[in-house]
């Protein structure tokens, strides 16, 4: 089962007992805020959770093509890492 951002916003919403509405504003301005942080090249880190961070690989010159023929040196990637006891919450399963 898939926690959507609907379902996140009713279960917080009855845990906390504020409103819907509230609750889906508060998500989506830290959707926004990430959004942003990682963008920048930065790294958000949510303790004894998980770590999101941007990743900048160098391909060297001749590693792929983009659309318009030119390399493409330089990609970004997004890793995600979770923390200790994520991991060993995972392994458990």
Do not use: Y
């Not at 926690?3 to 509230?22: A, C, P, Q, Y």
């Not at 942003?36 to 900048?56: D, K, M, P, T, W």
């Amino acid at each position: 089962m898939a926690l959507t951002k609907k379902t996140m916003v009713s279960e917080i919403g009855r845990r906390t007992r504020l409103r819907n509405h509230d609750v889906q504003r508060v998500i989506e301005t830290l959707i926004d805020v990430w959004t942003e942080e990682l963008a920048s090249g930065g790294r958000i880190e949510l303790e004894n959770f998980l770590v999101l961070e941007v990743q900048r690989i160098d391909r060297g010159e001749q590693r792929g093509m983009l659309s318009t023929g030119q390399p493409c040196r330089v990609i970004h990637r997004l890793v995600v890492r979770p923390s200790k006891p994520m991991r060993e919450r995972l392994h458990k399963l």
